[in-house]
């Protein structure tokens, strides 16, 4: 897995997909979330993959321990490099999530790495404690479910670029914090509440960024892309 900025492909089709890769001659790291998942199965995954770009599948599990084991199972199958789970399904099933994927991956083949969703960065402080009843500030629930997460043994977590450098600090460097809700300076926010510039990411402690409409919805997405990566790497 490399720690290209990782573009979201939130297209309705393949055919989508494919138009946008077109204007790419790079191995990219792309995401495949919920939206192309549903309407295109798991062909999708295997075409982008022949085309030799590295993916991180989101469709964010929670289920039952038994399912989202078995689920896994499937996942690990298709030769994902990154898949995660929403942490709020607990313990058991993070680790029910990390035993199918182990079980699904082919001898010899690496296991993609496994990482759960805090909180989503559409989400505020105050939507979570009306509407999930929790009764503590966004930061310490996302720590929260950062450590659960650490103790069923995943490799790290889905948050807000706010929250990377204390997930870092209680979790170790090597603990990843993948962070979507990465907007350039002057740029539409869109429905993302908490939300960091590639720069302002890698300054507060994100592994890798997950850039979608910041790129996909650029008149120029090469030149978009480009921008994302200087600044990303920059330090
Ligand atoms: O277009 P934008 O850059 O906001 O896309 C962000 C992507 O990251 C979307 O695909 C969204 O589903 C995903 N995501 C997120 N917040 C999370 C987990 C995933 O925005 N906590």
């Known amino acids: 897995m490399n720690n290209k900025p990782i573009i979201a492909l939130d297209f309705p089709s393949d055919k989508d997909v494919f138009q946008f890769l077109q204007h790419f001659n790079e191995p990219l790291f792309v995401k495949i979330g919920m939206e192309l998942y549903m309407q295109e199965?798991?062909?999708i995954v295997r075409k982008v993959k022949e085309q030799g770009h590295d993916i991180f599948l989101d469709?964010?599990?929670h289920d039952i321990p038994n399912t989202v084991k078995s689920?896994?199972?499937?996942l690990a199958r298709l030769g994902v490099d990154l898949v995660n789970v929403h942490a709020a399904g607990g313990k058991q099933m993070m680790e029910g999530a990390l035993e199918g994927l182990e079980a699904g991956t082919a001898a010899g083949n690496q296991r993609a790495a496994l990482i759960a969703v805090t909180q989503l960065?559409?989400?505020?402080e105050e939507q979570m404690q009306?509407?999930?009843k929790i009764n503590l500030s966004l930061q310490d629930s996302?720590?929260?479910?950062a450590q659960l997460t650490k103790q069923a043994g995943l490799n790290g977590?889905?948050?807000s670029v706010h929250e990377a450098r204390a997930i870092a600090d209680i979790c170790g460097e090597d603990f990843l914090r993948v962070t979507p809700g990465i907007r350039m300076l002057g740029g539409d926010t869109h429905d993302?509440?908490?939300i960091a510039t590639p720069d302002g990411a890698r300054q507060d402690g994100s592994s890798l960024i997950v850039v979608g409409r910041a790129i996909t919805g650029a008149a120029d997405p090469v030149a978009a892309y480009k921008e994302v990566c200087e600044l990303w790497e920059e330090k």
């Open 41 to 43: 199965g798991p062909d």
């Open 59 to 61: 469709l964010k599990l």
């Open 71 to 74: 689920a896994m199972k499937g």
């Open 121 to 124: 960065t559409s989400t505020t």
């Open 130 to 132: 009306a509407e999930q």
């Open 142 to 145: 996302v720590l929260h479910y």
């Open 157 to 159: 977590v889905v948050c």
């Open 192 to 194: 993302q509440k908490r």
